[in-house]
């Protein structure tokens, strides 16, 4: 068994950079374990598809990266898990090769048929997870024909498209391209639809807006502001904000309250010019169709994840180099409405490099969060009482079970 030290440095090598050592863009025929659809679905026909939710209480299936052989190596395999509806976290034993996923969340579609991950070369992989969790690879690596590096991904409220984040300079080609998702999760460039200057993350409010991190937005962005409130469908910029007066954020994570008055952005630049300053989460206000920045708790160390309870009470910050989940009480009316509580009450010992988080926000596992973690699943529970830690699920013991991108049926 390889040293926590070891898998530890193979982890933080795989997250940084964008270098291209996935599956080559366009290798994107089926892989799974037969090319049939184990979901039943007809095959794409260039048209996106309606999603029924699936039921709010059943199993449901999450999937897991493994970038890294036991040797060390990159390596492009991915696990399906099980959840059960009691929340009990298991193995399936079916397995799939798509592109390398060293770090990042995975997005499903309302009827958790089709998940779409951005990979570690800025390709996508698409699967369709079928209602006994049998995957089939509908794209290794796409890319558009090479239209985009993807960074992240955010699916459609309406499920019938993805959102890909490319978050390169504009000139560079970085903004948000939009993806149709064919019945069988076939894609369709559709096209950009914000050009932007390092596009970070992108967060649905209910009525379909789109709050997005980036340095600039289409052409009616506000000098200055880095968050921006855009009607994505409309290619319109509605307000902006200067989250970071200073500019010097590299944004990790954004996530937006349950009742859609905040957006939390969590900064984790490891190189500030200016002495003293530490990693922080802004909190920028909603009203509207202004934004306004009320907020900066600081420092919370690597703010690599952030999710907002669906009681619209509380919050948690993932905080990948710093081993902790923190946690947050929210009051949504408050002048200053986010308060740093510490640490959870860990059910064993603390995390080890955890990262991306998985919200369920529908059934009796409303509320539950998956964190991706060095060797394993995390689950935590909001609630009355808090931020509840349900414990670590672990996955394997070696360099090989490292996790990397992590997402969860809704």
Known sequence: MKTSTFLALAFLLGCGGSGGDGGPAGDGGPTGPDSGSPSGRDAGDGETCARTPAAADRTRHAIVSHPYTDGGDPREDWEVLALSPEGELTATGMTFAMGRGSFGRAVF???????????????????????????????????????????????APDSRRVYVLDSQWREHGGGI??????????????????????????????DGRALVAATDLLDGSTP??????????????LAGADAFPDDEQIVASAALTAGGRHLLVGDNNQ???????????????????????????APIEDPVAIVASPDDDAALVVSGFGDAILELAYQPDA??????????????????LPASA?????????????????????????????VT??????????????????????
């Open 177 to 206: 391209y939009s993806v149709a998702l064919a019945c069988d999760g076939t894609p369709t460039l559709e096209g950009l639809v914000a050009p932007g200057k390092l596009p970070y993350a992108l967060s649905f409010a209910g």
């Open 271 to 297: 190189y500030y010019s200016t002495e003293g300053m530490t990693n922080r989460v802004a909190v920028v206000r909603i009203d509207g169709d202004a934004l306004s920045p009320v907020q900066t708790l």
């Open 335 to 352: 002048a200053e409405p986010l308060a740093l509580l510490g640490e959870v009450d860990y059910a064993g010992p603390a995390p080890q």
């Open 358 to 386: 998985a919200l369920i926000d529908r059934g009796a596992l409303r509320g539950r969060v998956l964190v991706a973690e060095l060797l394993g699943v995390r689950q935590l529970a909001f609630g009355p009482g808090g």
């Open 224 to 237: 200055g502001a880095d968050v921006h409130l855009v009607d994505l469908a409309g290619s319109a910029v």
């Open 389 to 410: 830690d349900l414990g670590l699920t672990e996955l394997g013991s070696d360099t090989g079970d490292i996790v990397g991108v992590i997402g969860v049926a809704p």
């Open 109 to 155: 579609t309302a009827d958790g048929a089709i998940a779409v991950a951005a990979q570690h070369d800025g390709t996508l992989g698409i699967v369709e997870i079928g209602p006994g969790g049998e995957p089939r690879v509908v794209e290794r690596a796409w890319n558009g024909g090479g239209a985009f590096h993807a960074a992240s991904v955010e699916m």
